[in-house]
């Protein structure tokens, strides 16, 4: 197994002073049922902020990997690695703050039809700048895709507001470890 964590020592977790933030998790972990089940229980029993967990085959048959996203201070985060580190379905834990990464989440839209051309051209922008694109239009509404850095994907979706989000379905975020992004999580 592999913890990788450079982080300085800070307060243990709860105590007052210590910064909380976000932090990205991600553990390479066997295939098999009840894993999910195992890591989630760990992590609600501790009383972990999970702002998202996904999980996805990997191209190893039999290993999967879960992208974990929580709220907290640095104690918790060393919480979180070491005692996914013991769990016997997980292979390696990685904390991504400390390495060169890309995060990404996917979101679905529906909106309001836009009126006029310049609205169309307005939502067509805002789409882009979170690598979305309509999948249906018509007069009734727009269905679109989104997939960006989870900072790009909230303001794209703060925009879409005022040409009318009626509905959101957002996925958890997915990340992978890239030896040439830089190591403060910038995305394409």
């Known amino acids: 197994m ?18 909380t933030g976000r932090h990205l998790v991600s553990a390479l972990v066997l295939d098999r049922p009840g894993t999910l089940n195992r890591v989630s229980g760990l992590l609600r029993a501790r009383s972990f902020n999970i702002e998202s967990l996904t999980v996805g085959a990997t191209h190893e048959p039999g290993r999967s990997r879960m992208t974990i996203v929580i709220h907290g201070d640095e104690g918790h985060l060393r919480q979180v690695l070491a005692q996914l580190e013991r769990q016997l379905d997980v292979l390696e834990v990685t904390d991504l703050h400390t390495t060169a990464h890309v995060e990404l989440e996917l979101a679905l839209v529906e909106l309001d039809p836009p009126p006029d051309a310049a609205a169309e051209a307005s939502l067509r922008e805002v789409l882009a700048t979170a690598g979305g694109e309509p999948i249906a239009t018509d007069a009734a509404g727009w269905s679109a895709r989104l997939t960006a850095p989870p ?14 989000l009626r509905r959101l379905v957002r996925a958890g975020a997915v990340a992978m470890t890239f030896p040439n992004t830089p190591t403060n999580g910038a995305n394409p």
């Open 2 to 19: 592999t913890v990788s964590s450079q982080r300085p020592e800070t307060l243990p977790a709860g105590e007052p002073d210590a910064v």
């Open 151 to 164: 900072d790009r994907l909230d303001a794209a979706l703060d925009a879409l507001r005022v040409h009318g």
